[in-house]
Nanobody, 120 residues
Framework: VQLQASGGGLVQAGGSLSLSCAASGVIYRINTMAWYRQAPGKQRELVAGIIRGGSTNYADSVRGRFTISRDNAKNTVYLQMNSLKPEDTAVYYC???????????????WGQGTQVTVSS
């Protein structure tokens, strides 16, 4: 199983960016999908998560500005980021709890990370 993230970049404060992350491989189903971020010198933190049924949760710092969504048919998770702030600058990682179609075991997978930079 591989997670391929895309959509990062450079934006001015107040702007918007969209991230996407597609899972591929021997996938039976995916439970939770999430976005994390890690800024220089800081620990990786949860930004937003979404379960298969669509319920979501957000970090307090992004609630009301970011929206997580998913397309179960495409095994893809999205993050729409609006009203971006310089403190949102970080490498963003997608994460998925995947049940593979061979063993039916659940495993945790990470994407490669995509840089988001917000200038002031």
């Amino acid at each position: 199983v591989q997670l391929q993230a895309s959509g990062g970049g450079l934006v001015q404060a107040g702007g918007s960016l969209s991230l996407s992350c597609a899972a591929s491989g021997v996938i039976y189903r995916i439970n939770t999908m999430a976005w994390y971020r890690q800024a220089p010198g800081k620990q990786r933190e949860l930004v937003a998560g979404i379960i298969r049924g669509g319920s979501t949760n957000y970090a307090d710092s992004v609630r009301g500005r970011f929206t997580i969504s998913r397309d179960n048919a495409k095994n893809t998770v999205y993050l729409q980021m609006n009203s971006l702030k310089p403190e949102d600058t970080a490498v963003y990682y997608c994460n998925a709890d995947v049940q593979d179609s061979r063993s039916y075991n659940f495993n945790d997978y990470w994407g490669q990370g995509t840089q988001v930079t917000v200038s002031s």
